[in-house]
């Protein structure tokens, strides 16, 4: 029967080889078996949701997607804050007044006047355009509405054609100073002048 010199330096026979080989691979086989038992019953666990505390593995991703959802609601919030902020912007031309449609077409209907002169008209190049249907109106120049802001005064006066304005019913042939809630009356539309400037407030002051 072969011998043979074992790691401790003891001399062995075959059979003995054999049966500790035989042992240690029994041993082996059962302890890969366990191995890949204990590996089954884990793979089988649900795997639990990615946490939302930091980053790492599998987590990363999400994290990028929640940070770009937190960059578009920002984005969305400043949108937002910017149409709701109250800070102020220089206007070349201020509003110094209003003329409002009380009578005829476009009843109801409102126009900011500015400094200088506001010409009315049906045209769309006019200041105040009074494109309602009312065919008496001129379509350029009917009147014009003056805001002085040197003597901080209001004046008006009618156009070079034939149509006429009228001033509380008056007919203006010369430019006439106007007053607050005066009423203007060009074609067959009434408009009533409502002041903003004048002597307690202008944007010069």
Known sequence: MPVYRGPDGKIIEESTRSVSSSSSGQNAGKSNADIDGKTRRLSSRPVPPPS?????????????????????VTKAFKGTSAKQTSETQDVDDPVVGWLVVVGGAGLGASFALGYGANSIGRGDGE???LNYGDKQISRASHAT???DPKSRKFFIQGGGGRNLTYLDDEVILTPTELNDKSTIQVGETNLKFVSFCGEDFDWQN
């Open 145 to 147: 509405l003056t805001y």
């Open 127 to 129: 200041r105040v355009t």
């Open 52 to 72: 939302s505390k930091g980053v790492s593995g599998g987590n990363e991703a999400a994290e990028v997607d929640d940070v770009k959802d937190i960059s578009g």
